[in-house]
Every structure is written in C-alpha cells, then in structure tokens.
C-alpha cells in the first residue's frame, strides 16, 4: 500500500528506502522538504487551500526536458501472427509530481523519480528521434508486485494489420500524449501499437485506466503542443 | 491652411492623411505580426517566426506606401525609371551589400543552421558560437565568452559551415590508458557500467569500449560514446574524470610514460653511495 499518491494537508511525512518527503505547516505557511540520494528540495510555500498532490506524471522531466519520446524495449521480443489482435502487459518509468491543489494546476512545485534515467536514439543521427529508454518484460496478466513510486503498468494492444508475421522489439510513444490513472496500489495506462505496413508502425495511448476506479493524473504536457508531427500518435518509421 | 497646396495639386491635408496613413499601417503592421509571433511561437522555430513576422510588416508597409503614392502625386512608371537609372549607380556603388543580400536569399532557402544551433562558420579555425540571429545581409552570433559577432552572408554563405546541432547525436571518444599489470577487462567492465549509468550516454547507438593498442607506458583503451548533441560538451567534460575516479578507487590506475633504462656496463655502487 502506498499512502504517498492522493491528496494531502500537512503534517505529512513519508519515508521510505531512498525518498523522505515531509510537508509541516509552520506560522501559516507551508514547508515542503524532500531528500532523495544528495538531492534535498526544501520550498517554504504560501498558499491559500494548504493542501499538496502527489501523483505520477509523464516520464519526460528528468534528468531534463529534452524529448517528448519514451522507447520501450521488450526484455524478449513478442512475434505476432498477421492478422492477430491482442493485448499484453509491460511496465514504463514513473515521475513523481507534487502539486499545489488551487491555480496552475499543470505545475508542478516538485519533480523526482526512482526509476533508472537513460535516453537513446531511434532512428539514425540525422533523422531519428531521442527517447526517454525503458526497458521491460511483458505478460499476459497484470504483472504483480510492482513499485508504484517506480514504474506502472502498460496494457499494450498490439494489431498486425499487414500480411506476414512480425516481431515486436520495442515501442516509441510520443509521451505528451499519455494518459495515466492511479491508485494506492498502481499506476497504469493504456497504450495501442497498430503494425501498417514494412517499416511502417504507428503508437498511440487510450484515455481509459486498466482497472475501473482508478484515478486520472494531471498532464503536465496536456496543453503543449508536441514536436511530432501527427498530434500524439507516433509513427515508427525505423522499426519495431 | 490645409488647403495650402504644397507642389502639384497636393495640399497639406493630403501630406497629413498619408502621414497618417503610414503610421496605421506601421502600427497595423508591428500588431499583426507581434500577433503571429505569440501564436506560432510554440508551433514555428525562433528563425523561421523572425522571416515570417518581418515579411508581414513590410508587407504592410509597402500597402501603406502604395496607398500613399498616388495621394502624393507621385508615379510609379516614373519610379521605375528613375529606379532603374539609381539601381545602376547604386549597384555599382554597392556591390558587396548586394553580394551579402543575395548569399542571405540562398541561405535562408539552404537553411545551414538555425537560430540557437552552435556553429563554427569559416571552417575548423572559424568563429564557434551560438547563432543569434539570421538578417537578409549579415548573420549575428554570440560567442563562448559572450563576445557579440556579425559575419558578412557573403562570408557564410561561401566559407565552411560546421553546425554542431544539425544531427540529434554525436559521438566522443576517450583514450585511457592503464598499466601493463591491471585487468584490461576489468578496467573496460568498470568503464561500461559508468557509461550505462549515466542518463545522457545513449543506450544506442551502443557505447564501445576495447583496447585500442598496446602502448610503448600503457594498454590504450579506446572509450565511444554517443550523446544528444545538446548534451554532448557537459557529457564530455563530466565522464572522463568519473572514470579515472572509479578505476583509481578499484586500483586500475592511469600510469605516467615510463622508459627503461639498460647499462651496458653494470654500474658497481655501494648502497650507501646513493644518495
């Protein structure tokens, strides 16, 4: 059980293997603390409804900003049959956002993530695309005991629409796009990769959780408009 | 009063009304295209939303004094000959500000590099900086060490572009060398587990670590690494002194050039001799 996602007024405290999180409200303020390895955050806020949200947001933040892509690699590829509908289960990185409940909602007063940071490129280096990397196996049922502060769960619809077997390596998202629902236990997202044609793959996320009752998490990027031509779909021109 | 008439059948009241006219449409020009820079400037680059929001203004402008001209009298047949006599003149007299308009119009559809890209224009001993801004004669740029630099097109367009950001990856390489008795694969180990540690070193295109050649003080370790180009100056500096930390600290170390000496004739000292 996870009591750090939801709503909270202080005092709050959270402490759990690497992270320390600690809301105290002093002299009509606020103080936010949050110590993560060396990295300690300490914000005194002044805020009218004194209350914070912590919820997971897109992986994009950290270490810095610098693409709106999350290639996920499957651990062993999946081979799918031509013509074959089917949904599997993976996992992707998490970002851990604490917002101020009141304006501005889409920003956030802190960012931080447990999970492992790595970029790669897809693509060659003159027309490719940088990612945000994860790597995952995949499953046929919810997969169990997972960190929430660490990763969610993916539920991939995969479509071969062309007329041959193909085998899946890795997805690319055009993360501005994702749509992520959470509660106390998991965090999840729907996502659909629809095989077209050789060499030509197109990715997209549902705004449905993948259990009822789940929460919907704020976009920080739901107003920004993505580099990737095509709105939020990605089209994998590179391979899958 | 302004019924004065100024020359021809042009009064004062026609002077003010194309006054006035000229300053609507400067002022209509400067509102419009202030306008389009707020809503294209998340959806258009910094360069391109410059040439648009310009070419919109004077656009204007030239409505504003086409509107004017026969208000004021004035002929554009006549213009064009009296433009044509003052365009021959001119052009002599100013034949490399055209030289440098006509290398902006090539530029501006080549498209080297962008508002923000880090170049080196003039070859490998050129100027390195970030490229402020593009104009139709002359190209601004801003140093390392903050130094403003305006380059002739005409120099650009015809010297040696580097653009460092034009590709979204490149690549650095380290030699590291290490001593004869350390563990070669162990040294290459601990360099590959920094390498895939680190967030900005690319998963792929895959690192490559391998003994470059066995040198005359050290095993010479050849170190590749592939990073987003925005990323690749603060990867370079920050990896090179982590690995030599981390192979010290596992007791790999980076040894000084060494030269053995043999005596053809054994030197005959004492212990004490030796000072």
């Not at chain 1, 270490?63 to 590829?77: A, D, G, V, W």
């Not at chain 2, 490559?208 to 925005?230: D, I, M, N, Y």
């Not at chain 2, 010290?248 to 053809?264: A, S």
Request: aromatic fraction near 10%; glycine fraction near 6%; charge should be negative.
């Amino acid at each position: 059980m996870t009591e750090i996602y939801g709503i909270h007024t202080p005092p709050f405290e959270f402490i759990e293997d690497k992270i320390i999180l600690k809301v105290k409200e002093e002299d009509q303020q606020m103080n936010y603390t949050r110590e993560l390895d060396d990295d300690v955050v300490e914000k005194p806020v002044i805020s009218q409804d004194n209350k914070m949200t912590f919820q997971p947001v897109e992986p994009l933040n950290l270490p810095k900003e610098i693409t709106s892509s999350l290639l996920i690699e499957f651990e062993n590829p999946i081979v799918i049959d031509s013509g074959m509908k089917k949904e599997i289960f993976a996992t992707f990185p998490i970002e851990i956002a604490v917002f101020l409940e009141g304006e501005s909602p889409e920003k956030p007063l802190d960012l931080f993530t447990l999970a492992k940071q790595k970029y790669t490129l897809y693509g060659d280096v003159k027309t490719g695309t940088i990612c945000k990397y994860w790597s995952t196996k995949q499953d046929t049922t919810i997969p169990e005991d997972l960190d929430p502060l660490v990763e969610g769960i993916m539920a991939l619809t995969i479509v071969n629409r062309t007329k041959e077997w193909k085998e899946v390596t890795k997805v690319v998202f055009d993360a501005y796009g994702m749509k992520i629902y959470y509660d106390e236990e998991k965090v999840g997202m729907k996502g659909a990769l629809s095989i077209k044609e050789e060499d030509l793959s197109e990715t997209g996320f549902f705004n449905k959780p993948i259990e009822e009752d789940m929460i919907k998490a704020r976009e920080i990027y739901r107003k920004k408009k993505s580099p990737i031509k095509g709105g939020t779909k990605f089209v994998m021109e590179s391979g899958i | 009063m302004l019924d004065r008439v100024l020359y021809g059948g042009v009064t004062l009241s026609d002077l003010l009304v194309s006054i006035i006219i000229l300053f609507i449409a400067v002022i209509i020009g400067k509102a419009i295209s202030l306008k389009i820079r707020h809503s294209l400037k998340d959806r258009v680059s910094k360069d391109r939303l410059n040439t648009i929001s310009k070419f919109v203004y004077f656009l204007f402008l030239l409505v504003g004094f086409l509107i004017v001209l026969p208000i004021l009298e004035f002929r554009i047949s006549g213009f064009l000959v009296a433009g044509g006599i003052l365009g021959i003149i001119i052009g002599f007299a100013s034949q490399s500000i055209v030289t440098n308009l006509i290398s902006g119009i090539f530029l501006t559809f080549e498209r080297p590099f962008r508002v923000d890209d880090v170049v080196k224009l003039g070859g490998e001993d050129g100027i390195l900086g970030v490229v402020e801004e593009i104009k139709i004669v002359s190209t601004t740029m801003r140093t390392f060490e903050g130094v403003y630099v305006r380059v002739p097109n005409e120099k650009v367009f015809t010297g040696n572009i580097i653009n460092y950001l034009e590709n979204i990856a490149r690549r650095f390489e380290y030699d590291v060398g290490i001593r004869y008795k350390d563990d070669a694969d162990e040294a290459m180990e601990i360099i590959k587990e920094l390498i895939e540690e680190h967030p900005m070193a690319l998963k792929n295109p895959e690192p490559q670590v391998f003994v470059e050649s066995l040198g005359s003080s050290a095993v010479e370790l050849k170190v590749r690494v592939w990073a987003p180009s925005t990323e690749w100056f603060p990867l370079r500096m920050e990896l090179l002194w982590k690995i030599k930390k981390e192979l010290e600290e596992n007791g790999i170390q980076v040894p000084f050039n060494q030269q053995e000496v043999w005596f053809k004739n054994a030197l005959h000292m004492e212990e004490n001799e030796i000072t």
